[in-house]
């Protein structure tokens, strides 16, 4: 069972940044593609940006394209997401997860182990 620890959220004004860290308390962390996903009160959960085990394979939805960046350090079992230019859409509780896959997924069905999800705000 793999247990993932978000932290970073808070709240933040419109333009400014944020940078999420996902921490999994498995050793074999290096193993598993890890996503972000974000839900937005009334809505349902949808992906932000997805990392190969190794790092080499990045997927990001379309709206954070050239402000959110996804990265890894597998030897501190931990995923991160950047977030520049935040917009107060990007307000939402995001989420990380672990899937036992070789490629990211981006259909949150496919993810096997999520967090408890960390709190970000954008004020106007």
């Known amino acids: 069972q793999v247990q993932l620890v978000e932290s970073g959220g808070g709240l933040v004004q419109a333009g400014g940044s944020l940078k999420l860290s996902c921490t999994a308390s498995?050793?074999?962390?290096?193993?598993?593609?890890m996503g972000w996903f974000r839900q937005a009160p009334g809505r349902g959960q949808v992906f932000v940006a997805a990392?190969?085990?190794?790092?080499?394979?990045?997927s990001y939805e379309n709206s954070v394209k050239g402000r959110f960046t996804i990265s890894r350090d597998n030897a501190k079992n931990t995923v991160y997401l950047q977030m520049n230019s935040l917009k107060t859409e990007d307000t939402a509780v995001y989420y990380c997860?672990?899937?036992?896959?070789?490629?990211?997924?981006?259909?949150?069905?496919?993810?096997?182990?999520w967090g408890q999800g960390t709190q970000v705000t954008v004020s106007s």
């Open positions: 990392i190969s085990w190794n790092g080499r394979t990045i």
């Open positions: 997860a672990a899937a036992e896959t070789t490629q990211p997924p981006i259909s949150a069905g496919e993810y096997n182990y």
């Open positions: 498995e050793r074999t962390f290096s193993i598993y593609a």
